[in-house]
């Protein structure tokens, strides 16, 4: 919804909670301006009721002499003065109800401030509640890791943040209740701001009810793509055979893209580290790595890059001692690493070739990450149609970036439709003049980094994939690499 939109749907709702309230407030000095009017109007009557009552108790030949004295001394004096008096009662009334309005109107900008004031102070002090501070809870878990205590700390954290987020949907919930009430416009807008604090599993049934007639806000705002990402690993920690995950063996990812014509970096054999021969101009890389954990770039004798810690060592013994580090540390899982030829971005000056990872949704092609990782790692990210974005990943590595021929995006997005899959990235190498191919990533390192935006923009992709896929399969679509 466009930001004017949504700004006079904000002033709307203010505007709807002012008329209630100044309709019950109306209501309420109407009554009582009634009763008063009543009284005075009542009062006066009771005198002339008495003295009729008189008059007929007298014979009838001093009928007509009282009567021209009770219109005279009665009617004449005090039921003009009355009526005067009612008269300007009615007017008063007419100010009276005026100034209401207006001191209404007054209270309900006063209240309406307060309302908004006292928000922002309930949320601040949440914000700032010092039990609840960043450096505090660092500092507990330092000293709870440090005491062996960490579990026991990480059930507190656990606890305090189910407790906070309870408090907070229990307030939200209560909105979706409040804005049931309202017509459609309104309360489809309030249910999206809601949405937007909830995520899926957290969303009540009440919001859901009438989504059989799609008489429902938009659930988009619920796409993300960190979660569903985290549930299909957990499909694969079931033990389903998920098929990008069979491309994650290196050398089958580059048979599978070697026979759809793309330009390969071929393999100078699988070595352990004590076999390694020595070669200049090649790159080492683990058999099964992610991350760029344990990728050495081997220029020259003195002239090694650790691309992972984008530091340059100076020789071979220093290579070897890292690579021994990366199986100790668990960087790399198993002694087998693989030698490949080293492209460069520019032959002169020795500059490596340039990562090109794709974010591919089974054909679709959105989101493109450049890498420039020397003399230090750089990063540039691309829209499919060749725009720089921003998506909070790298925000302090960034760097201009060269891009890449509009035209790949076509091979690259055929590609990923081969593999049925929602979701994988396909890496490429971007060197002198050629684009070759590098391997298939079926999660990303630090996915979870994207801000909202991009998180919800690329959350949708992964489920429109899915519906997709799933139309591709039902008409008989085979995909014969994956039977």
């Known amino acids: ?86 008269r300007q009662l009615k007017t008063n009334e007419g100010k009276l109800e005026h100034e209401v309005k207006i001191l209404n109107s007054k209270c309900n900008s006063l209240s309406q401030e307060l309302n908004e004031r006292h928000i922002e102070i309930s949320m601040n002090k949440l914000k700032t509640d010092p039990s609840l501070s960043s450096q505090v809870l660092m500092e507990q878990v330092i000293s709870s890791y440090e005491n062996g205590e960490i579990i026991k700390a990480i059930e507190e954290l ?73 549930m299909r690993l957990r499909r694969y920690q079931l033990g389903e055979k998920l098929p990008e995950w069979q491309l994650d063996d290196k050398q089958k990812a580059v048979n599978f893209a070697k026979k759809y014509g793309f330009k390969v970096s071929e393999s100078l054999g699988t070595y352990s580290l004590n076999s390694l021969p020595e070669k200049k101009c090649v790159a080492i890389k683990p058999k099964n790595g992610a991350g760029s954990r344990g990728v050495y770039l081997v220029i020259s004798e003195n002239k090694i890059i650790d691309v992972k810690r984008s530091q340059q060592l100076v ?128 999660k990303p390192g630090n996915y979870d980094k994207f801000n909202d935006k991009i998180d919800n923009y690329l959350g949708e992709s992964y489920l429109e994939a899915e519906g997709r896929l799933m139309t591709d399969l039902l008409k008989g679509k085979t995909f014969p690499e994956f039977q």
């Open 315 to 442: 020789n071979k013994l220093e290579l070897r001692e890292r690579m021994n580090q990366d199986l100790e540390m668990e960087w790399v899982g198993q002694d087998e690493w693989i030698m490949e030829p080293i492209y460069f971005y520019e032959k002169e000056t020795k500059e490596p070739a340039r990562d090109l990872k794709f974010y591919c949704f089974y054909g679709k092609v959105k989101l493109i990450l450049e890498v420039n990782r020397y003399p230090e790692v750089r990063y540039c990210w691309w829209t499919a149609e060749g725009d720089r974005i921003s998506t909070g990943k790298y925000e302090n590595q960034l760097m201009d970036g060269d891009g890449f021929p509009l035209g790949f995006i076509k091979q690259v997005e055929d590609l990923s439709q081969r593999i049925p899959a929602p979701f994988c990235r396909i890496d490429f190498l971007k060197s002198e003049g050629e684009i070759i191919f590098g391997e298939v990533t079926p």
């Open 158 to 230: 656990v606890k305090v943040k189910r407790d906070k987020m309870d408090l907070i949907n229990e307030a939200l919930y209560k909105s979706i209740k409040l804005a049931s009430k309202e017509e459609d416009t309104v309360k489809y807008f309030i249910y999206k701001k809601i949405l937007s604090g909830l995520n899926a599993e957290e969303v009540p049934e009440l919001l859901l009810r009438g989504m059989e007639d799609k008489q429902i806000a938009s659930l988009s705002e619920l796409s993300s793509f960190k979660g569903l990402l985290t």
């Open 1 to 86: 919804m466009a930001n004017k939109e949504e700004q006079l749907l904000v002033k709307l709702i203010k505007q709807q909670s002012q008329i209630r309230r100044i309709e019950k407030d109306y209501y309420l000095t109407s009554k009582a301006l009634e009763e008063l009017k009543s009284e005075y109007e009542n009062v006066p009557m009771k005198s002339v009721r008495k003295v009729v009552n008189f008059m007929f108790k007298r014979p009838f030949l001093n009928i007509l002499n009282l009567v021209k004295k009770v219109k005279k001394r009665i009617v004449g004096k005090k039921y003009y003065k009355i009526k005067e008096e009612n």
